[in-house]
């Protein structure tokens, strides 16, 4: 492939500049977004160029679906001087996070690979003289040295982060600084957010971890102004039930590990620090997720699970939202799509895996039959309601 059509992949890059610009007119996307869009694409059109060879497979195994696909770089490639810096590890850790959550996932990576990731991710948004202050914080963050992130969450926003810091002290202080330093009409997490948050530092000490607290209000307009009037409201709906319309955040240090806490109050928060520093409700005693962990591999980069039922609920939701938006705009769009409900009993978790190592990036997916089983059971359900 790149024999053949390596010249029209490289003359990719300035149709796809072109094409980007002419998106941001239409879909409103800022400078930043459209800065973190080209980095990606880039990035993956540097990856097929790399590339020297390519696998996909299926297997059906007793316990479920599994989908795998590879991909081989030439040892003295760009891509491969990123690759060789990784070292996947088992990330056990995954399974130390309290159960009864929707998504969990463990990523493992150099603090270099770290750091771009946040570069591009960038939580932090201000304008003018504000967001050069919260770029500098940004990058003294960056210094105290990520290299791991576990985290759980459920929906509206809610759970558990626990991040590997080098310097766990230096990440909570500069943390507290970025939220000092949020002005008016900032940004955070791709959402505007309204007035000053509220900032409020040592707001709780608890079995040993000192914790600030932050409170922000969602201003929804403003988060959905920049888009075409058509999907503002749909797009409003989303973050309602993504975020919801306050965000309330508990973060800090007991001195080695560092935790954030998302939850409606200190209450809620307390018992999901609780739950996981006890370890009484561990994610890996659940033997669906041990089903599902055996089934991918057994070192990476970064390893996902989440529950079935409740993705599956989520998604009908957002089909419903899209559908009820142009509902009258598409003849026989817009009837409505009925409420599905999350089975009952033991979660089903659908996994997911992705492995950087030296000449090789690989991603795998893996559908247990328990997943299968809870779909049938809850369309079953919606198409036969009288069953």
């Known amino acids: 492939i790149n024999e053949q059509y390596g010249d029209e992949i490289k003359g990719l890059r300035s149709l796809i500049d072109t094409g980007l610009e002419q998106a941001q007119g239409e879909t409103g996307l800022d400078k930043r ?11 993956l059109l540097q990856m097929l160029a790399d590339s020297n060879a390519g696998f996909f497979g ?44 929707m998504n969990y996932n463990a990523i493992e990576l150099d603090p270099d690979t770290f750091r771009t990731l946040n570069a591009l991710t960038n939580e932090f948004v201000a304008d003018g003289e504000a967001g050069k202050i919260l770029a500098r914080f940004s990058e003294e963050l960056e210094k105290a040295g990520l290299s791991m992130q576990l985290s759980s969450s459920d929906l509206p926003a809610s759970g558990l982060q626990v991040l590997r810091y080098r310097d766990p ?33 040592n707001a709780q000490k608890h079995r040993g971890f000192q914790l600030h607290a932050v409170r922000m209000t969602v201003d929804l307009d403003k988060s959905v102004e920049a888009i ?14 993504m975020i919801g319309e306050e965000i309330r955040l508990w ?38 997720f041990q089903v599902t962990r055996k089934n991918l591999p057994r070192e990476a980069t970064l390893l996902a ?38 089975p009952e ?8 895996a992705i492995v950087l190592k030296d000449t090789e990036a690989s991603v795998e997916f893996f559908v247990p039959t328990t997943a299968v089983q809870q779909l049938r059971q809850m369309f079953s359900a919606l198409l036969n309601p009288n069953d």
């Open 251 to 288: 973060f800090g240090t007991d001195g080695k590990t560092y935790v954030t806490l998302s939850a409606k109050d200190w209450k809620s928060a307390q018992a999901m620090l609780d739950q996981y520093l006890d370890g009484k409700r561990r994610l890996d005693l659940e033997e669906n």
């Open 169 to 201: 002290v230096k990440a909570a202080e500069t943390q507290l600084k970025l939220f000092q330093a949020l002005p008016k009409a900032a940004q955070f997490q791709s959402v505007s957010l309204k007035g000053l948050p509220e900032v409020q530092a």
């Open 345 to 352: 009993g033991k979660p089903s978790y659908l996994g997911a």
């Open 58 to 101: 299926i297997e059906f195994r007793p316990e479920g679906l599994h989908f795998r696909i590879a991909s081989q770089f030439g040892s003295d490639t760009k891509t491969n001087a990123y690759l060789k810096r990784q070292q996947p590890s088992p990330l056990k850790e995954l399974g130390s996070l309290p159960s009864g959550q």
């Open 305 to 342: 699970v989440a529950d079935t039922g409740s993705v599956v609920v989520y998604l009908v939701d957002l089909l419903r939202d899209a559908l009820g938006q142009f509902g009258g705009m598409i003849p026989g769009i817009g009837v409505g799509v009925p409420n599905l409900k999350k």
């Open 33 to 43: 977004q459209m800065a973190m869009a080209k980095t990606v694409i880039e990035g």
């Open 228 to 241: 075409p009037e058509a999907m503002q409201e749909m797009t409003k709906n989303q973050i309602r039930r």
